[in-house]
T-cell receptor, first 113, second 117 residues
Framework: DAKTTQPPSMDCAEGRAANLPCNHS???????VYWYRQIHSQGPQYIIH???NNKTNEMASLIITEDRKSSTLILPHATLRDTAVYYC??????????????FGKGTKLSVIP | GAVVSQHPSRVICKSGTSVKIECRSL??????MFWYRQFPKQSLMLMAT?????????EQGVEKDKFLINHASLTLSTLTVTSAHPEDSSFYIC?????????????FGDGTRLSIL
């Protein structure tokens, strides 16, 4: 799996867009970029994933640079319930059922009223 | 869709007992399920990968005789912590990936908080 680097913490004002960066300069051609978040004492929640094209769903937008060495998760209108640890992960299927997500330390996003 | 249910959510038991945790995919079939452990203020650490109908693959440093994994169907995997001790107290989380496209995301249960007295 590609090693990813995220800032340890970020603050965002309620109602504003939260832009969470992630560097994954060693990502290989077949590795997807996945984003999850974990609210305290719960299991991680899937947000979005992509390979090379930008994607948007009901939760967020994912912007992946053309060289695929970095990406940004965008929460368009952050609410207090978006306060969580956000994980950016590179992952790919490597055969024989071997498919893993390696969690780093993530970014602790605090949405401030 | 893609709901993973984990049971129990919390268990407290005495040292030396065995504890079984269930992980079910409620609305999809999961060829592969994963078991993670998370200690306080740390990130998730993968313990093992289980494929339906075959033996689990354990990560380095995880004792397979202590953490027994059974994945007997496409919707159920169980983790049994045998002869649990206080150092096994942790937050155990399972995830499942839907059959099909191998790059489909994993979906996680809400975790089981295990406390060994």
């Amino acid at each position: 799996d590609a090693k990813t680097t995220q800032p340890p913490s970020m603050d965002c004002a309620e109602g504003r867009a939260a832009n969470l960066p992630c560097n994954h300069s060693t990502i290989s051609g077949n590795e997807y970029v996945y984003w999850y978040r974990q609210i305290h004492s719960q299991g991680p929640q899937y947000i979005i994933h992509g390979l090379k094209n930008n994607k948007t769903n009901e939760m967020a937008s994912l912007i992946i640079t053309e060289d695929r060495k970095s990406s940004t998760l965008i929460l368009p209108h952050a609410t207090l319930r978006d306060t969580a640890v956000y994980y950016c992960i590179g992952g790919a299927y490597s055969g024989a059922g071997s498919y893993q997500l390696t969690f780093g330390k993530g970014t602790k996003l605090s949405v401030i009223p | 869709g893609a709901v993973v249910s984990q049971h129990p959510s919390r268990v407290i038991c005495k040292s030396g007992t065995s504890v079984k945790i269930e992980c079910r995919s409620l609305d999809f079939q999961a060829t592969t399920m994963f078991w993670y452990r998370q200690f306080p203020k740390q990130s998730l650490m993968l313990m093992a990968t289980s494929n339906e109908g075959s033996k689990a693959t354990y990560e380095q440093g995880v004792e397979k005789d202590k953490f027994l994994i059974n994945h007997a169907s496409l919707t159920l995997s169980t983790l049994t912590v045998t002869s649990a001790h206080p150092e096994d107290s942790s937050f155990y989380i399972c995830s499942a990936r839907e059959v099909g496209d191998f790059n489909q995301p994993q979906h996680f249960g809400d975790g089981t908080r295990l406390s060994i007295l």
